[in-house]
């Protein structure tokens, strides 16, 4: 939705209102609808935003599971619908651990993207292929990754210093 004919309406009528009490005050009401079109426009968003929010009140007490929110793109607003499902999504069923039911993929990721994985597989001292399964398991079933302590040399640091070497008693 295009704010600008809203805003030019009134600078017209601003301009309009002033015409009659002479040049100068035309041209001070000009500067003054200038300096407060970004205030207008910001009033006319919140009206715009509050309008939005009534909306979304009727349609949840109708019983349409939607709501309806205000956008900025640019300088446009945009009034969104947004259809809430009624029944929450079941998850998907875990996948399952029969090692004879793997299937093969190719992934291909950006060469930044495949170095970060790389690494943090390194950090738990697994695989990049156990990591990737761990990571869409979580990912699809929306479960918290588990928590696994890196085994990096410089997370082994913070800890301590690890000793090794020969002792004789």
Not at 105 to 132: H, M, Q, Y
């Amino acid at each position: 939705m295009d704010l600008t004919p809203y805003l030019e309406t009134l600078r017209r009528e601003l301009e309009a209102a002033a015409a009659p009490a002479g040049e100068d005050a035309q041209r001070t009401a000009e500067l003054l609808s200038s300096s407060l079109e970004s205030s207008l426009r910001l009033a006319l968003l919140e009206a715009l935003s509050d309008a939005a929010a009534e909306i979304t009140g009727k349609l949840d007490r109708n019983g349409n599971p939607a709501t309806v929110d205000v956008r900025m793109r640019a300088r446009q607003a945009e009034l969104v619908v947004t259809e809430t499902p009624s029944d929450p999504p079941q998850p998907p069923p875990n996948p399952p651990s029969d090692a004879s039911d793997v299937a093969r993929i190719t992934l291909r990721l950006p060469e930044s993207l495949k170095e970060s994985v790389e690494e943090a597989a390194a950090e738990e001292s697994i695989s990049v292929n156990a990591w990737l399964v761990r990571a869409v398991n979580t990912a699809v079933n929306d479960e918290p990754p588990p928590h696994t302590p890196p085994r990096s040399g410089a997370a082994r640091a913070r800890f301590g210093k690890r000793v090794t070497g020969f002792a004789q008693a």
